[in-house]
């Protein structure tokens, strides 16, 4: 299952709370606003996109991780199907499964 990407969770976020602030007239829905804006704007105007896109075109094949030149820890030596890459503000967001159904998250900051 692929994830709904962040432009669209921090866009749905930032227009429900601005509609609850508005009709109950509480301050902390809008700065939740805020900080979902700030967010959705910093993902939208990234440098990281470019990387982003080139990555995706790995997405749901085998791909094998090195973190410092070492395989990650509790891997086992496993290979990794590459299942999302997301980008949320300056951070690259990669999904892995293993042959076994195991989850791994891999933030590139």
């Known amino acids: ?4 990407p962040a432009r669209i ?6 227009a429900v709370s601005a509609t609850l602030g508005a ?3 509480r301050p902390i829905l809008f700065v939740v606003t805020a900080m979902a804006l700030f967010l959705l704007a910093t993902s939208l105007f990234t ?3 470019p990387l982003t896109r080139a990555l ?3 997405r749901k094949q085998a791909v094998e991780v090195r973190l ?4 990650p820890p509790d891997s086992g030596g496993a290979t990794f199907v590459l299942t999302d890459v997301n980008v949320i503000s300056a951070g690259i967001h990669l999904f892995f499964t293993t ?3 195991r989850g ?3 933030k590139v900051a």
């Open 1 to 4: 299952m692929r994830s709904l």
């Open 9 to 14: 969770v921090f866009l749905l976020f930032a």
């Open 23 to 25: 009709l109950t007239a």
């Open 47 to 49: 440098s990281r996109l």
């Open 56 to 58: 995706g075109r790995f």
């Open 68 to 71: 410092w030149g070492g395989l």
């Open 99 to 101: 042959p076994d159904g």
């Open 104 to 106: 791994m998250h891999l």
